[in-house]
């Protein structure tokens, strides 16, 4: 079975620029969480959503979206870059939202604003 | 925020050797998992324990969970150059559904 891929694997924007990040979870997976990786924060939880529906949401500014699409594949968008946004933003998913199940984590996308 | 805090923030040992690494994290929690990182990759899902449980093993891992003390150890036995890596904890809050708070991770270095 394939694991969960991200695409692009790796961008560079400018700042101000807005930039979107895909997800496609493991095959019969039905959540999709996204964390952002920074040297400074860690890796820190942004959302995640299941049936298409955000279910949980990180401290991160409004700036920060994502959707999830009927076949579970999703996408995170940031708008109006600033250079902090510099990350490594992981993707995992799982079979169910519910507690106590194991995530699996793609390769991640890294992401250079300059 | 990150919840956990990992001890120590890195380790050397010497092929052979056993590695172990600490969590300590702040809240309630259903389950605790442990990831492995290679060189700012993606994370690999190492082992889940409940907060019901107190040990865990799986193959050269063995995990034990204090829920009383809210802090969590991996042990790698005889460690191997390939286990070089960063190793995370994280925590699934009770209520906190698939909301997982990673800990500041180990950074494992195994010499030959």
């Known amino acids: 079975k394939a694991g969960v891929t991200q695409t692009p694997r790796y961008l560079i924007k400018t700042r101000g620029q807005q930039v979107t990040l895909s997800c496609s979870p493991i095959?019969?997976?039905?959540?999709v969480s996204w964390y952002q990786q920074t040297p400074g924060q860690g890796l820190q939880f942004l959302f995640e959503?299941?049936?298409?529906?955000?279910?949980n949401k990180g401290n991160f500014p409004g700036r920060f979206s994502g959707r999830q699409f009927s076949n579970s594949r999703s996408e995170m968008n940031v708008s109006t870059l600033e250079l902090g946004d510099s990350a490594l933003y992981l993707c995992?998913?799982?079979?169910?939202?519910?507690?106590?199940?194991?995530?699996?984590f793609g390769p991640g996308t890294r992401l250079l604003v300059l | 925020s990150q919840q956990g805090e990992e001890d120590p923030q890195a380790l050397s040992i010497q092929e052979g050797e056993n590695a172990t690494m600490n969590c300590s994290y702040k809240?309630?929690?259903?389950?605790l998992q442990w990831y492995r990182q290679n060189s700012g990759r993606g994370l690999v899902h190492l082992i889940l324990i409940r907060s019901n449980e107190r040990e865990k093993h799986s193959g050269r891992l063995r995990v034990t969970l204090d829920t009383s003390k809210k802090s969590s150890s991996l042990l790698i036995t005889a460690s191997r150059a390939a286990d070089t890596a960063s190793y995370f904890c994280a925590t699934d809050p009770t209520g906190g559904g698939n909301k997982l708070t990673f800990g500041t991770g180990t950074q494992l270095k195994v010499e030959l």
């Open positions: 959503y299941f049936s298409e529906t955000q279910r």
């Open positions: 809240t309630s929690i259903n389950n």
């Open positions: 095959s019969g997976h039905r959540s």
């Open positions: 995992a998913s799982s079979l169910n939202p519910g507690a106590g199940e194991t995530q699996y």
